[in-house]
């Protein structure tokens, strides 16, 4: 499955993904600039603040419980389509999925 990760200044990468694998993991083991994921998905860091995209956003869902009050504490600014990228797994239904990625973690 894939995963295009779109980098602040525009530049995107397309990365391969497993069923189950968090696009965080799939953007750290894929070298991609712009997610830290510092707490390893525990949602304790929301370094892995992401964008989904429009488009995509209904398939993404909505944030799960306690994921809101961490997207409190990122730092680029908040968005509606704003996700924590540790807490959105891979699957078919969003196999293709294209996630903006904010200017800064820290
Ligand atoms: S990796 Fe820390 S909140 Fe997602």
């Known amino acids: 499955m894939k995963v295009t990760f779109v980098a602040a200044d525009g530049a995107s990468t ?3 993904a497993d069923e189950g694998e968090s696009l965080m993991q799939a953007a750290i083991s894929n070298d991609v600039d712009g ?21 995509w956003a209904g398939r993404a869902g909505p944030p799960v419980d306690g994921e809101d009050d961490m997207l409190e504490c990122a730092t680029a600014e908040r968005r509606a389509t ?10 078919a239904g969003i196999d293709g999925i294209v996630i903006h990625l904010p200017e800064t973690q820290v």
């Open 82 to 91: 704003s996700r924590l990228s540790c807490q959105i797994r891979m699957s």
């Open 14 to 16: 397309l990365v391969e």
């Open 35 to 55: 997610i830290l994921g510092e707490c390893g998905g525990s949602m304790m860091c929301a370094t892995c603040h992401c964008y989904v995209d429009e488009a």
